[in-house]
């Protein structure tokens, strides 16, 4: 499996993007679907993970205003983000939970300006 994360780009805060993972095998093989993110000079943490299952998990920053999505048919995971704040500037970036080092694709950048 290959993963393209894509669907970034500058927005200003308040606003919504839309961020699509495309898997070049089937993602049924992932149980577990992550977007995670990384800003300059911090750690890449996980924003939201979906299960097969369509069972979510968001990280606190995010919960309320994010959304994951999967659609199995076109073998691809989304990320709807809305009322985006400055802090939510990084790569964003798909892949199995837990993180699975081999999977990492490019990655999508996200810039909210204030």
């Known amino acids: 499996v290959q993963l393209q994360a894509s669907g970034g780009g500058l927005v200003q805060a308040g606003g919504s993007l839309r961020l699509s993972c495309a898997a070049s095998?089937?993602?049924?093989?992932?149980?577990?679907t992550g977007w995670y993110r990384q800003a300059p000079g911090k750690q890449r943490e996980l924003v939201a993970r979906?299960?097969?299952?369509?069972?979510?998990n968001y990280a606190d920053s995010v919960k309320g205003r994010f959304t994951i999505s999967r659609d199995n048919a076109k073998n691809t995971v989304y990320l709807q983000m809305n009322s985006l704040k400055p802090d939510g500037t990084a790569v964003y970036y798909c892949?199995?939970?837990?993180?699975?080092?081999?999977?990492w694709g490019q990655g999508t950048q996200v810039t909210v300006s204030s």
């Open positions: 892949n199995r939970w837990p993180r699975d080092n081999d999977l």
């Open positions: 095998g089937s993602i049924f093989s992932m149980t577990v």
């Open positions: 979906i299960t097969s299952g369509g069972s979510t």
